[in-house]
């Protein structure tokens, strides 16, 4: 039976969130309403902004990641997941605050490509310049060669296709940033990226496998799929 309550620590951006719910349960394997897992969400908009705050020119968003996660605790959730690759840059902080395990995503990609895609040499990145600025990628593949836009185009298609004026922050998800990122993922393939890996959940809302020649991985989709299994977060 899925009867694990499994936690989403959301609003970083709420549409990632919802998502990741959907992810969650296109994941389950139900015949009915009752077999999926009951799944506890607290979509704190509200969060500063990761970017901002790791680059120094914002408010630290532990705090209210903590106070999110609580409320998960108090629900008495088994395991969750942030739908926001740019946090995990705080997982850990949020983690000793806390007693359920949170799904470090990057730990679990790092598996899923090894599973998958072993004989890949090059992976390339789209994702916020908080999330490249972190050096994630560079920590968790280092066995790796990790391809990223070149300034211009990560300042020009990259962010301009999340927080544009017509971006997908603002809703959204066709035409423009599309094409944006269809733009950036060609300048990867052009470096030699086997595959691409879309490193901000805001992207995968917009970019998908059919728009491009290598696999794309999408790091939610793998987080989805680990958490709805039978594992050590399973109670017995």
Partial sequence: MNDKIIGILGGMGPEATAECYLKIIRATKANKDQEHYRVIIDSNAKIPDRTEAISGRGENPVPQMVDAAKNLEKLDVDVACIPCMTAHFFIDEVQKAISFPLLNAFLE????????????????????????????????????????????????????????????????????????????????????????????????????????PVPLIDPMEVVANVVVKESVYQQS
């Fill in 109 to 212: 990609l790092k598996k899923f490509i090894s599973d998958y895609y072993p004989g890949a040499t090059k992976i390339g990145v789209l994702a916020t310049t908080g999330t490249l600025e972190t050096g994630l990628f560079q920590k968790y593949f280092d066995h790796l060669e990790v391809i990223h836009p070149t300034p211009i185009t990560q300042n020009e298609k990259v962010m301009r296709a999340i927080y544009g004026e017509d971006g997908i922050k603002s809703g959204n998800t066709e035409g423009a940033p599309l094409e944006l990122l269809k733009g950036a993922s060609q300048e990867l393939l052009d470096n030699g990226a086997e595959v691409i890996i879309s490193g901000c959940t805001e992207i995968g809302l917009v970019l998908k496998s059919s728009h491009l």
